[in-house]
């Protein structure tokens, strides 16, 4: 499971440094960094706990519901308002390029 750890955090901070780069603004480039994070962590746990997650978190309600579902959910859901925020703040750059021109 190293491996796949490894291969989600080159993945994220690939994204991240795209996408950062894309738009470039250190908010939107945290934001998505800590959602693909996220992602990849909740995977990572989900995978690795996934044959008796009761047993690794006593809890049936945490491991069951909480790390397969609830965490993956909350990075979308991260992914979501930085991608809102990305298009709001390009929308604005774009306007603001208008009316200069105009």
């Known amino acids: 499971m190293d491996a796949v750890w490894g291969f989600c955090q080159i993945v994220s901070e690939w994204i991240a440094t795209f996408y950062g780069w894309g738009l470039s603004s250190p908010m939107h480039y945290a934001m998505f960094a800590v959602a693909t994070g996220a992602v990849c962590a909740g995977a990572f746990h989900y995978f690795e706990r996934s044959n008796d997650p009761i047993e690794y978190t006593g809890s049936l309600i945490v491991g069951g519901i909480f790390w397969p579902l ?5 990075a979308v859901v991260a992914i979501v308002i930085s991608a809102w925020l990305s298009a709001v703040w390009l929308f604005e750059k774009v306007l603001l390029r208008a009316e200069k021109r105009a």
Do not use: K, R
């Not at 609830?70 to 909350?74: A, G, K, N, R």
């Open 70 to 74: 609830i965490l993956p959910l909350l």
